[in-house]
């Protein structure tokens, strides 16, 4: 098989998936533009803001694409190309693309609110603080790590810095013209083609003038950049930047089909499967915890509840946001597939442990698309830049969820402070960052890491138990949920009890005892679903 049939059968089968499949999941939410989204109903200008639906589309896939559906599926390729791309497109399809639009169902018939209090809800307030303190740890997790990440980018290639600089300096223009004229089609199309070549203009500026500063410097410049972004209004810097960078990755995708079509590449990639791994361990249950964002991730469940529901202007654009963005997702990770399948199987397992999957990306997709003319150098600098703009994204958007999350914590309780904390934007995003100051300070995120792959998965499975609760009190039949979330749910507690006994045998007993209690944490969620639905089968509940 070649490389450019593999990309055709995979996007026509996701097609076809989100037509018909996306459909049917789209009736079986209930959702309907007879009801008003939350965007207009509690519009603010700040967090709730109906935005068009391209705009959000925007905004949602750069923030749940990040580098996850590049580096999972190229570390998964170790078992095998062919299980890796079987668990993407199945996974995205009957698993991701549920997950992501039923949370994002869940929130708009919630005001807009996250998960957290959607557990509230349906499962309780003990549910929900138990489920907003992991939620509240894992973003903390992800800021701390990709403020890193993007710092010693920075450090590394000051180019990379100064075009992002240049893009943010671009959102906040974008946004301003937006606000005064984007009420007019013709005005946005104009505004949108325009903010686009400049972007493009300025990959090359932006190599061309260099920015270097310390890494201190630089983490310190990032979580403060991440502050104004909380805070502000989406349509001023959050918005455009996410609207804005989803064309960097369109651009590398077509980029990258196109160079794949050019190239003729064949897979050179032998078709074994291998079980086991002497670094990852068994196939079962590692495969499906290292490919996340492709197939199905967690954090997908919060920026859909989060950010993303608060936007939409009216509730048909779920699916092409929810249901359609994981689809698109799911392409690009059959994409990071294909950037490595063209080496044999040897050539792989060297490069990867020399290089690593983002370094392998950008040269195996950098060398495809220079088929297209364009100097391979550019290409890959190119294709690397795309993934640092996109780590960024999710570093702005995961500290406004944190934040959510702090204020949604504290606003069930009565006491004067507790309100101010759920009220305040500001103090509420100044503890965010003080956490992840307190983080990098630390330096144990570097030590957590592994483990952040089974946390995400561990939030799939919570969000889709908390889907399924909600159906169920519905009176819906809720087994197109429930069968990913027993899925889920098995594969997290296999990963987690396996990771706990291991780092115990090797008497690491920090991470053997994380491990423990996310596992403690999902078994005790799990109890209070089922106590929730005896008791709403003994007296019925009105459906939301």
Not at 74 to 79: C, D, L, R, Y
Not at 328 to 347: Q, Y
Not at 359 to 384: N, R, Y
Request: charged share 10%; hydrophobic share 55%.
């Amino acid at each position: 098989m070649n490389l450019p049939l593999l990309l055709v059968l995979s996007a026509g089968l996701l097609f076809l998936a989100y037509k018909f499949y996306g459909s049917f999941v789209y009736k079986k939410f209930g959702l309907s533009d007879k009801n008003q989204a939350p965007s207009h109903t509690l519009r603010d200008g700040v967090d709730y803001e109906p935005s068009k639906p391209i705009v959000v589309l925007g905004h949602h896939f750069a923030s749940i694409a990040g580098a996850g559906p590049i580096v999972g599926p190229i570390i998964a390729v170790t078992f095998g190309w062919i299980p890796a791309v079987i668990w993407i497109l199945v996974g995205g399809i009957f698993f991701g693309a549920v997950h992501d639009l039923g949370s994002m169902a869940a929130s708009l018939r919630t005001e807009g609110k996250s998960i957290g209090v959607i557990i509230r809800n349906q499962i309780g307030l003990r549910g929900k603080q138990l489920f907003i303190i992991f939620s509240f740890s894992t973003l903390i997790l992800v800021i701390g790590v990709f403020a890193d990440i993007i710092a010693k980018t920075f450090v590394s290639n000051p180019g990379v810095a100064s075009a992002s600089i240049l893009f943010i300096l671009l959102a906040l223009a974008f946004g301003l013209a937006n606000r005064f004229l984007g009420n007019r089609k013709t005005a946005f199309f104009l505004i949108s083609v325009i903010g686009v070549m400049l972007m493009y203009y300025f990959v090359y500026l932006g190599m061309q003038i260099p920015f270097a500063l310390d890494y201190r410097l630089w983490i310190l410049l990032l979580l403060g950049y991440a502050f104004v972004a909380s805070v502000t209004p989406v349509s001023m810097l959050l918005q455009p930047r996410d609207y804005l960078n989803s064309f960097l990755l369109y651009g590398m995708m077509i980029a990258a089909i196109a160079g794949v079509f050019v190239a003729n590449p064949e897979i050179k990639m032998s078709n074994e499967v291998s079980l086991s791994s002497e670094n990852l361990g068994y196939i079962f249950p590692v495969l499906f915890v290292t490919i996340a964002c492709g197939a199905i991730s967690g954090f997908h469940s919060l920026v859909a509840s989060g950010t993303t529901s608060k936007q939409l202007d009216k509730e048909s654009d779920a699916k092409m946001v929810g249901f359609g963005g994981m689809l698109i997702e799911s392409f690009l990770a059959i994409i990071s597939v294909g950037a490595v399948v063209v080496l044999t199987k040897g050539e792989y397992m060297e490069r990867l442990g020399v290089e690593g999957p983002v370094a392998l990306f950008s040269t195996g997709l950098g060398g495809m698309i220079a088929s297209l003319g364009i100097s391979e150098q550019f290409a890959v600098g190119f294709v690397a830049l795309t993934v640092s703009a996109f780590a960024l994204t999710t570093l702005d958007t995961c500290t406004r969820l944190a934040r959510f999350t702090v204020q949604e914590y504290f606003e069930d309780m009565p006491h004067p402070s507790a309100q101010f904390l759920s009220k305040n934007r500001y103090i509420s995003t100044a503890l965010v960052v003080i956490f992840s100051v307190l983080l990098l300070a630390s330096g144990e995120f570097t030590t957590l890491w592994p483990i952040f792959g089974s946390a995400n998965q561990l939030l799939a499975a919570l969000a889709l138990l908390t889907i399924a609760v909600w159906m169920i009190r519905k009176k819906e039949n809720a087994l197109f949920v429930t069968i990913p979330m027993f899925f889920m749910f098995t594969v997290t507690l296999a990963s987690l009890g396996l990771f706990a006994w291991k780092n115990f045998q090797n008497q690491v007993y920090v991470l053997s005892i994380i491990a423990t209690l996310l596992f403690s944490l999902a078994i005790a969620l799990l109890v209070l679903a089922t106590q929730s639905i005896k008791k709403e089968i003994k007296e019925p509940a009105k459906a939301l």
